[in-house]
T-cell receptor, first 120, second 110 residues
Framework: GAVVSQHPSWVICKSGTSVKIECRSLDFQATTMFWYRQFPKQSLMLMATSNEGSKATYEQGVEKDKFLINHASLTLSTLTVTSAHPEDSSFYIC????????????????FGPGTRLTVL | QKEVEQDPGPLSVPEGAIVSLNCTYSNSAFQYFMWYRQYSRKGPELLMYTYSSGNKEDGRFTAQVDKSSKYISLFIRDSQPSDSATYLCAMDEYGNKLVFGAGTILRVKS
């Protein structure tokens, strides 16, 4: 399967500051990456689909000006939480979909280890 | 009503027990069904993948899909303490948009 890394794994910031989270696909080129948010004891909620070289597609209710996504290369997507507030504290996870190929399942997403954001 | 319903547990079982995890869903257009395992503070990892109805077995894990009842299950045989994790079901119509259940916390006691 694909290997996905995220950096940082854990970040604490003050309210009003911006935080950038990186998602890297280490062993293949990903034209599409996904960003999820997971609150404690809740499900993963898709925030946006990141497309290399074009604008991200945001899910309903997700503010695109607050959660800036940049997919500048085939191996890197970044999520910037702008003017973070305590309610933005969550576990942010990215994933990549290598696409259907041979025996690989359709929509088999591989997830990064996640970034825990705490906003004070 | 949520699109995917999953009992959050926690489910506590003794080592060696058979574990049954379930999800129900409301969207009859879902065709692809997945089970992910997530350890604490880690990203989910894919365990089982099933297309449409039927059963699929992989080692100690068996996934079942009953589209007529909109019900999917994951069975774990001979459960081990290392199986202790949160199990998430996920579904997709077609188009790279997974919808996840809330996850069931499983604890296997040695």
């Amino acid at each position: 399967g694909a290997v996905v890394s995220q950096h940082p794994s854990w970040v604490i910031c003050k309210s009003g500051t911006s935080v950038k989270i990186e998602c890297r696909s280490l062993d293949f080129q990903a034209t599409t990456m996904f960003w999820y948010r997971q609150f404690p004891k809740q499900s993963l909620m898709l925030m946006a689909t990141s497309n290399e070289g074009s604008k991200a597609t945001y899910e309903q209710g997700v503010e695109k000006d607050k959660f800036l996504i940049n997919h500048a290369s085939l191996t890197l997507s970044t999520l910037t939480v702008t003017s973070a507030h305590p309610e933005d504290s969550s576990f942010y996870i990215c994933s990549v979909d290598p696409g259907t190929s041979g025996s690989r399942a359709h929509n088999e997403q591989f997830f990064g280890p996640g970034t825990r954001l705490t906003v004070l | 009503q949520k699109e995917v319903e999953q009992d959050p547990g926690p489910l506590s079982v003794p080592e060696g027990a058979i574990v049954s995890l379930n999800c129900t869903y409301s969207n009859s257009a879902f065709q692809y069904f997945m089970w992910y395992r997530q350890y604490s503070r880690k990203g989910p990892e894919l365990l089982m993948y099933t297309y449409s109805s039927g059963n699929k077995e992989d080692g100690r894990f068996t996934a079942q899909v009953d589209k007529s009842s909109k019900y999917i299950s994951l069975f774990i045989r001979d459960s081990q303490p290392s199986d202790s994790a949160t199990y998430l079901c996920a579904m997709d119509e077609y188009g790279n948009k997974l919808v996840f259940g809330a996850g069931t916390i499983l604890r296997v006691k040695s």
